[in-house]
Structures are given as structure tokens and as C-alpha cells.
């Protein structure tokens, strides 16, 4: 006989596949969350039995700010938790046990920490942990098998099958009614609605997850999770958002509060509030006392008013950087500038600036040295120059180097160092003066109390502090009247943090520099004005990371955020006035833009206009992903001129690199020749008749242009009707397709389009800005490209001469080059090459190799962003020797390795072969991948890493010391690669290459002598 089948499940409570998949989902959350709560356990509970572990098959450390904020939830239910097990039992018949239920427990330990911290208050106690029957199959199968659990409980069980499961409410109300009981609730909320950026990134992210969250679309707020428990028949109810709870001495002391700075760096301030004010913690009692519902701040009765806003929104990545510092630049006869200068991004911090414009191609670019990349520094503007203070690495990496921005030159200027490091300083210019106040800050393991006046010839000052005293702070805001003398000054300094807390003080300042080496400055604490209304207290006005910003008679606080409460999108923007000790918010500027903006971690400035411009800015959203704005936030302030007309638009124009450091050289406003102008040498010209005489060319090192040359029927044949005949209309061709005639490699102001070969050289007639530099047509990413292989139809139109045997015989590649009227960006070439030009004509700039320290390249980049043909006339490239060369037709360029050089097209369009060769030994150029032929040589990479360590290496020392020696390694270098060997028995000044041969002459093993080695050989 057959087996039977089973008859199907009738089951009601049978979950679908979908269901299932849910479940599956919903449980894969605990294993993120306990991820991040074995890294809590470790950092901050090292004296603890480690629970988490057994449950964590790898640790990994967790960022700052999720630590914190897993170690605060931890803590609040801790606490709750705590405070239930310690209080009395209220009996009146019969003896009772008390009972922990933990429902959706996952993999969470919180018996064995009671049982571990609270030992004598859990006697009897029974612990029961609710979840799906899967995961606690799971954590019965870890906790019996591990001793370090097992040994701590009695009756370990995971009862068979399920219960129907309730909904949130159902078991909300159901709790309520079993007797003496509390409940304690964890949970999101909206405060501020779906659409401000957190929420969206959070929703975004369980969305993703397909574990999207229910209660926040009935229980937004605090009042209605209050509402919530207080109609499902409990008595007592409290509520606390985790921001108001870690200000809160039910959960932690002051002193806890700071200790726990010591136990791991942290200076997330802005996203740790904006994580707190998106979660609440409920403690509901059956018996109690009635609770009010909790109060939730609102600034209604302050009058408010629409702002005119307009947002510019930037492509994929561009401008998004956080923690940066904005100038806004402007010089007669052309339009404003925004450079939003370092900062956060998207994975480090940046060693570069935003340039936005309003359309207009910008030629911003700087010269040889400047400010190191860093985050939490100040800018402030002292008219002919702008003012770097401080910043930091890490936060237990603060800084004191202070820079000039030099705004005629575009050059940085090492001023004077400020005597402590400090990151988040209030700094503010004092007028016209060319003075800068700046009060307090955050050193690497405390508060800097002091305040400093900036002189620009006498440094920074200790000024003599009177008046209303208070704690010192960082990350506060500070603004100056419009009523400043030579001498003196005054204003306002508001929020800040103290002792891990943001204050709600709003104080007024007066400074008194008459007598420049004794500034006395005088503190005065003001009040709320009794008719600013009677719910809008400090709170708006007191803010940590907040722009602040003087407009008329008044001050415009702008984002940041605040204490215990979340700013809305109607309180995020305020104006108030300080009449004598009083302050009055006078109104609320209201932006409907969408996107909406945040402003946390963000850049403003004031344009001539009276518009306030926002640029970058953002905020890690916990563990839920990172939001950025992406866009220029531009918001006219009342009563501008030009209200009501449309706002100017502004475009991300490019990325600048700034190469830290200081200048070799001091800036020149003239060339050292004395000359007006730089001196531009025309490149030689020569004709060859062997091929030695081009042997010897290479030998030599020098550029030159080489005539009369049979390059082949290209030269007569070759237009971009022939050409897209011969290749075929249809190719496919990646190019580059720029906005503007000036690419930039660094700024990526250009796309890759693929298009075809016929449209390209269509477009090109055209006018069109685009740029064809050929790639392998069969392995474009790992093979260097050969004319005749990709283009085999125009092989036989272009050779090499005889002349160039040994660029055929040690051949790398050979591209062609197609381009309209666009300039390739600065950069060298790490081989030698020569360029062929076939079609129109081009003129190139170059600069010896030595030049390099004087064009803007960074520490491992072979290109510059510096515009070379519109800086020719500027002081920027006075320590430069530029060579030039007009190509014409059928003429070649002989390009040394490591000529830094850039080219602009004399014609509409321009035709050419550039064909790369090697001139070292093999061995000296790097292993791998090297498509282009540009990769660095193998010493200078290796170099590089040796550098890396080296830092690495004086970490742990102070930080002058570090600089001391640092600097004095970087001088030794510099002098050995001047040929200053320091008596180690080389000659002084001499710089010998290795001349190269052709693999003829290698063959036969040929001697050469070297230049500026007299009587040497070398052979192959």
C-alpha cells in the first residue's frame, strides 16, 4: 500500500510565505541592534561579565555616536527597570512574586545584568522574554550551552507553539489590567512630522527593511503616547524623549554625564539631539498619582512670517560636506563666489573646497600651501582676507593653526597660532577693524575658559574677563552689533555646551581694545523680555551648532539644535533684539522649500543682497543611513531691496584642493625677473635626421618640438568627415562632455557620455565641448590602447618615422584624441610621450618638473586644478617657468616624463595621436594595472606608504612636538631632493637620469654617458 498524505494544514493561525518572510525580516533587525549592544558592553561595561558576547560571533566597534545612543537607550531601561525591581511590593492578600516580561526580547540580556547589578532586589524574580518562537529557540539553544549564562537561571523553557498575537494596543490595554503593574515602553516618534530629513531617513530605512514602523503614523508625538497608555487604564504615566532623558537625573548624574566623555571621544552633538528627540521611553503604572500630560514647547504666540526661498539643487555628490566653514567672495566686475572650505565627507575628511557660483565659470584656485583638512573650525571675515581658527581631527585631535586667506591673491597665509588647540570656538571680526574676538572652545580633554582678541600683528591676546560670570562652553553662537568703533565692540554670545549638557544662557558682551595688549571684555546675562510670549523662552534662542548672523538692528539664529526639545520647521529660523538686559525674539521666518533643508552641520553666508546662503550640511541618522542636503539653500531676509524679485541661482562649479602645508617661497606680486609679466620660453624647434639625434633629445630631458616629420597620409587626409567614415558612424566611444571650456579633472566638471562616433564628430563641427581621449576597444579597463588595434581602418594613414625608432621599439600605447573647443586640465605624465598633431592646431603650456610644489597638486595626484592660460598675468605662478608650444599641423611635441603641461586648441577642432613610451627600466615603474600609463613610479608610491607610517609613528606625541619633527623631516626631505646630501659623500646639486636606448641598441649592449656625469656609462 501507498503512504497516506498528510492532509494540509487547517490551521488559522498558518502564516502565508509572505508572512513568514516578514517575520524573517522583522528578526534580522536583532541581529543588527545586538551588534551595536556588544559594542556598548565593551566600551563602556568592561567590568561587567561580557553577556552580549555569546550571543556576537565577531566583535565590531561601532561608531560614536551609535554607541552612545545604544548605550543611552540601554541605560533609560536599565534604570526603569531598575527602579521596579527595588520598589516594595504593595500586597494585601496572599504572597506575590515579581515578573520581568520582555517582550520582542531578541537577544537581549537584561536578567543577567539585573541578576549581576541588582542581585539582592531579584530574589524570586521571574524573568520571561517574548519573541517569535524561531529566535527564542535560538537563544534557549545559546543559553543552555554556555556556561557563562546557563549558570546564572533555573528553568530555562521555551514553551511549544504560539499564541495569538495582539495587537500593540490590545497588549497595552490587556497589561493594564492584571493587577499592580508598569509598563515600560521604547519607541520612535515623529515630533516634527514625516517630512523633516530624520524622520525621512528613518522611515526610509525600516522601509527598506520592510519593517515598517506602525505606532508612528497614530502615536507621533510625546502627548499622544501619553494619550495612548492614559485611555488603555493606566494610572501613572510619564513620557521622556531619550534627548529630555539624557538631560534627566532620573537616568544619569551630571557627573556620569561627563564621565562619560573619558571612556570614548565623542562630538556628534548634533545628530546624538536629533536621534534623541525621535525616540520616547513611556513608564506606565497601574497605581500612582495622575500625570499631566508632558509639556511640548511651541513658539506660536511669536508672529511669523513666510521667507522667500529658492533651492538650487547639485548633481549625484557635489557639495556634500558637513562641519565645513563658508566664505563668500567677491571681486569688482564679476560675480560672487561661495567656497565652502573643508570639512566632513561623505567618507572622510576633505582636503578641499566647494567653489558655488551664480553661472559664471569661476578661475578660483590656490596656490602652494595651506590649511590641513579638518572639521568644527571657524572662518571669519576681516574684509581684505578671511580668518581659519582651529578645527580638529578627531575630537581628541584638536588644532591651533590659524590661517589668512589672502582674497586679491587666492593664497593661504600662516598667521599666528592660537596658544591652546580648540575645535568649535565662537569667534566673531570685530568691524572693520582686521580684529577677531573669540570666546571659549573645546580643547582635547576640557573647555578652554579664556577669550582671546586677534591682532594680526600682535597674535591672539588674552583679554581681561568682567562682569556676570559663567561656565565656559563650545558650540555656541556669537554675533557683533552694527555699533562698533576703532576700539570698541559689542554683541551677543548664546547656547553652547557645558558639561555635557547645552546651556540655555543668552548673555550680551562689550570689549574694550583701546589699549590692544589689555582687552577687557565684560560679560552681562540677559533675560527673556516678558512680551516675547510665554511658552518661547530661551530655548529658541540658546542653540549648539547654530549659524547667527547680524541684520539691521537684530540677530537671525538659523538651525542648530536645542535643549530637550526638537526645533520644528517654524522655530528653526528666529529674529531677536537685545534692548538693555533684555532680549526679544521678534519673529519666525517660515521656509516652505522642499526638499526640506537640514540645518545641522551646515555652511552660511550673507550675499550682498540680504540673502542668507546655505550650502552643504547634513547629519548621520544612527545606525538609519546619513541624510544630506543637496542643494544651495538661498533665503532672502526681510526688508531687502530686492524683495519680491527672483533670487539669484547658484551652481556647484567645482571642487578646489588645498595642499596643506606652508609656502616654500613667500608670495611675489611680481616674478623674481622683475619683469611685469611672467616670462613664457618658446619651446625649441628642432628637425631630425637620424635616430640618435632624437635618442639624445630624450637623453636631454627638454621638451621639444619636432618638424618635418612623415607622420603619414593623416596629415592630409585625416577631418572628422574621413574619420567617421573610416571608423564607422556607429562606434561607440566613451568622451567627455564638459559645461564649460575649462575641464577639471579634480572638480569632475565634465561627464563620461557614451555616444557614437558619428554623432561626436557631428557635435564637434558644432562647436560642441567635448573631448574623445580613445580607450581599448576590447578591454577598456585593463589594456593601455593601441591605434592599431582599436582603429584598425586608420593603422595604415599613421606611422612613425624612422626618426622615432625608439618610441616604436619601447611602445606603451597609442591614442587618439578628438576635441572641440575644450582645454585639458593641468596634469603630468609619468611616461614620456610625443604628441602628433594631425588636425588644427593647439597650444600647450609646460613647467619643468620642479615647478610641481607651485601648482596646487595634491599629495598623490598627478593633476592640478589650476587654469593655467587665465593665471599666466597672476602672482600665483611667479615662481613658475612656463614653456609654450603652438602645435601646427603635421608637427610633434616631445614630452618629457613628469612635465606638467596643459592645452587649449588654437582651431575649432583638433586632431591627434598621442603615442606614450617607457624610459626607465621596467622594474622602476609600479606593478599592476596601468591603463592610461600614469600611474606613479614604484618608488614614489612606496614613498608614500613610508610617509604614512612615519606620521603614524608621532601620534602619541603633544602636539607641537609632533609638528616639530615632523617639519624637520619634511625640511631633510626637501634638501635631499635639492641634492643637499648632508655629507653622506654626494655630489651637491646634481641630478642625473639614466639615459634609455632603443631595444636595438640594448640588444647590443651599447655604452652611453650620462648628462651631468662626465666621463660615466651606463649599459644595458
Known amino acids: 500500500m501507498g503512504k497516506s498524505k498528510k492532509p494540509k494544514s487547517s490551521d488559522p493561525n498558518a502564516k502565508s510565505p509572505a508572512a513568514k518572510a516578514q517575520d524573517d525580516q522583522v528578526m534580522g533587525t536583532n541581529s543588527s541592534s545586538i551588534v551595536s549592544k556588544r559594542s556598548v558592553e565593551k566600551i563602556y561595561h568592561p567590568a561587567e561579565p561580557p553577556f552580549f558576547r555569546y550571543f556576537v560571533s565577531k566583535y565590531q566597534r561601532r561608531a560614536p555616536l551609535i554607541n552612545r545612543g545604544y548605550w543611552l537607550r540601554l541605560r533609560v531601561i536599565d534604570v526603569l527597570v531598575r527602579d ?45 522574554d517574548v519573541d517569535f518562537l ?81 505606532s508612528v503614523e497614530v502615536y507621533p508625538t510625546v502627548g499622544d503616547q501619553h494619550r495612548r497608555f492614559e485611555e488603555r487604564g493606566w494610572e501613572e504615566v510619564k513620557v521622556w524623549t531619550l534627548w529630555q532623558a539624557w538631560g534627566d537625573e532620573t537616568f544619569l548624574s551630571a557627573e556620569e554625564r561627563v564621565r562619560l566623555d573619558e571612556v570614548e571621544e565623542f562630538d556628534e552633538w548634533e545628530e546624538f539631539a536629533l536621534f534623541g528627540s525621535h525616540y520616547c521611553v513611556v513608564r506606565a503604572r497601574t497605581v500612582g498619582e495622575k500625570d499631566p500630560a508632558p509639556v511640548v514647547h511651541s513658539a506660536v504666540e511669536i508672529p511669523a512670517e513666510s521667507v522667500q526661498t529658492q533651492i538650487d539643487e547639485t548633481a549625484g555628490s557635489r557639495g556634500q560636506r558637513r562641519f565645513a566653514a563658508a566664505m563668500e567672495l567677491s571681486n569688482k ?119 582671546l582678541l586677534y591682532h594680526p600683528e600682535q597674535g591672539w591676546i588674552e583679554c581681561d574677563i568682567k562682569g556676570t560670570t559663567f561656565a565656559a562652553r563650545y558650540g555656541g553662537v556669537i554675533s557683533v552689533k552694527n555699533s562698533n568703533t576703532a576700539t570698541s565692540s559689542s554683541g551677543i554670545y548664546a547656547g553652547g ?59 537671525i539664529l538659523l538651525g542648530g539644535v536645542a535643549r530637550d526639545h526638537l526645533l520644528g520647521y517654524q522655530d528653526e529660523i528666529v529674529g531677536f533684539s537685545v534692548t538693555g538686559r533684555e532680549y526679544k525674539i521678534t519673529h519666525r521666518l517660515v521656509s516652505d522649500a522642499s526638499p526640506r533643508a537640514l540645518y545641522a552641520g551646515h555652511s552660511a553666508v550673507v550675499a550682498n543682497d540680504a540673502t542668507i546662503v546655505v550650502v552643504g550640511g547634513g547629519a548621520t541618522c544612527f545606525s538609519m543611513g546619513t541624510f544630506w542636503n543637496k542643494g544651495v539653500y538661498s533665503l532672502r531676509l526681510p526688508g531687502s531691496r530686492q524683495a519680491g524679485e527672483p533670487l539669484p541661482h547658484w551652481v556647484h562649479e567645482k571642487a578646489v584642493d588645498i595642499i596643506p602645508g606652508e609656502r616654500s617661497l613667500p608670495i611675489q606680486t611680481k616674478p623674481h625677473n622683475g619683469d611685469s ?32 616629420l612623415d607622420l603619414g597620409n593623416c596629415v592630409t587626409s585625416w577631418n572628422l568627415k574621413y574619420l567617421a567614415e573610416k571608423v564607422g558612424s556607429n562606434r561607440k566611444v566613451v568622451v567627455h562632455e564638459a559645461a564649460t571650456q575649462v575641464m577639471d579633472f579634480n572638480a569632475k566638471n565634465f561627464r563620461y557620455v557614451t555616444t557614437e562616433f558619428g554623432d561626436l564628430a557631428q557635435k564637434i563641427e558644432q562647436g560642441g565641448r567635448l573631448y ?132 587649449t586648441p588654437t582651431s575649432d577642432q583638433s586632431i591627434a595621436v598621442n603615442v606614450f613610451f617607457r624610459d626607465l627600466d621596467s622594474n622602476s615603474y609600479a606593478a599592476g594595472r596601468d591603463v592610461y600609463g600614469n600611474r606613479d613610479l614604484a618608488a614614489y608610491e612606496k614613498g608614500r606608504q613610508d610617509i604614512g607610517r612615519i606620521a603614524n609613528s608621532f601620534q602619541k606625541l603633544p602636539a607641537e612636538a609632533r609638528e616639530f619633527y615632523l617639519l624637520r623631516l619634511a625640511d631633510e626631505l626637501r634638501r635631499k631632493a635639492r641634492g643637499d646630501t648632508g655629507g653622506d659623500g654626494g655630489t651637491a646639486n646634481q641630478s642625473v637620469r639614466l639615459p634609455i636606448e632603443s631595444a636595438r641598441h640594448m640588444h647590443q649592449g651599447t655604452a652611453l654617458t650620462g648628462p651631468l656625469c662626465p666621463g660615466g656609462t651606463w649599459a644595458a
Open 134 to 214: 524561531e529566535l527564542m529557540e535560538r537563544k534557549r539553544g545559546v543559553v543552555v550551552g554556555e556556561g557563562g549564562l546557563r549558570g546564572f537561571l533555573t528553568n530555562v523553557k521555551v514553551p511549544e507553539g504560539e499564541r495569538v498575537r495582539e495587537g500593540a494596543d490590545g497588549v497595552i490595554k490587556w497589561a493594564s489590567t492584571v493587577g499592580d503593574a508598569e509598563f515600560v515602553l521604547l519607541e520612535q516618534i515623529l515630533p516634527d512630522g514625516k517630512v523633516h530629513p530624520f524622520a525621512r531617513t528613518m522611515l526610509g530605512h525600516f522601509d527598506k527593511l520592510n519593517t515598517q514602523l506602525k
Open 772 to 903: 574623445l581621449r580613445a580607450l581599448s576597444h576590447e578591454k577598456p579597463t585593463e589594456k593601455p590602447s593601441i591605434l592599431a588595434d582599436d582603429f584598425p581602418t586608420l593603422a595604415d594613414d599613421f606611422v612613425l618615422p624612422e626618426q622615432l625608432a625608439l618610441v616604436r621599439e619601447n611602445l606603451f600605447s597609442s591614442v587618439l584624441r578628438l576635441s572641440g573647443p575644450v582645454n585639458m586640465w593641468l596634469h603630468y605624465d609619468v611616461m614620456a610621450n610625443v604628441y602628433c598633431q594631425v588636425g588644427g592646431s593647439k597650444r600647450l603650456i609646460l613647467f619643468p618638473p620642479s615647478d610641481v610644489e607651485h601648482l596646487s597638486f595634491a599629495p598623490g595626484a598627478s593633476s592640478s586644478s589650476i587654469d593655467v592660460f587665465s593665471c599666466l598675468e597672476s602672482p600665483e605662478l611667479a615662481q613658475t617657468h612656463p614653456h609654450e608650444a603652438v602645435l601646427g599641423l603635421g608637427e610633434v611635441l616631445f614630452l618629457p616624463p613628469l612635465w606638467l603641461h596643459t592645452a
Open 84 to 128: 521596579f525591581l527595588k520598589r516594595p511590593l504593595r500586597v494585601r492578600e496572599g504572597k506575590k512574586r515579581k515578573v520581568v516580561v520582555n517582550l520582542g526580547a531578541g537577544s537581549d540580556v537584561l536578567p543577567w545584568q539585573c541578576l549581576t547589578r541588582y542581585g539582592g532586589f531579584c530574589q524570586g524574580v521571574k524573568f520571561i
Open 333 to 451: 566686475g564679476k560675480q560672487p563666489e561661495i567656497v565652502n572650505v573643508l570639512g566632513l565627507g561623505t567618507r572622510s575628511r576633505l582636503q578641499s573646497c566647494d567653489v558655488f557660483t551664480q553661472g559664471e565659470a569661476s578661475g578660483l584656485t590656490f596656490g602652494e600651501g595651506g590649511p590641513a583638512s579638518r572639521m568644527c573650525h571657524s572662518l571669519v571675515d576681516l574684509e581684505d582676507s578671511v580668518l581659519l581658527v582651529g578645527g580638529r581631527g578627531s575630537p581628541s585631535s584638536p588644532l591651533k593653526d590659524c590661517w589668512l586667506f589672502d582674497k586679491k591673491t587666492n593664497t593661504w597665509i600662516r598667521t599666528h597660532d592660537l596658544p591652546v588647540p580648540l575645535y568649535r570656538p565662537a569667534v566673531v571680526a570685530l568691524g572693520n577693524s582686521g580684529t577677531a574676538l573669540l570666546v571659549n572652545g573645546r580643547g582635547k580633554s576640557s573647555t578652554f575658559e579664556g577669550c
Open 497 to 555: 555646551l557645558v558639561d555635557a549638557l547645552f546651556t540655555e544662557e543668552v548673555m550680551s558682551w562689550e570689549l574694550d581694545f583701546s589699549d590692544v595688549k589689555k582687552p577687557v571684555l565684560t560679560f552681562t546675562r540677559l533675560r527673556p523680555s516678558t512680551d516675547s510670549g510665554p511658552d518661547a523662552s530661551s530655548w529658541l534662542v540658546a542653540r549648539f551648532g547654530a549659524t547667527c548672523i547680524q541684520h539691521g538692528n537684530e540677530f
Open 677 to 708: 609679466s611672467i616670462r613664457i620660453k618658446t619651446i625649441e624647434r628642432v628637425q631630425l635626421k637620424t635616430a640618435e639625434d632624437f635618442a639624445k633629445i630624450v637623453r636631454d630631458g627638454r621638451p621639444v618640438v619636432l618638424e618635418g
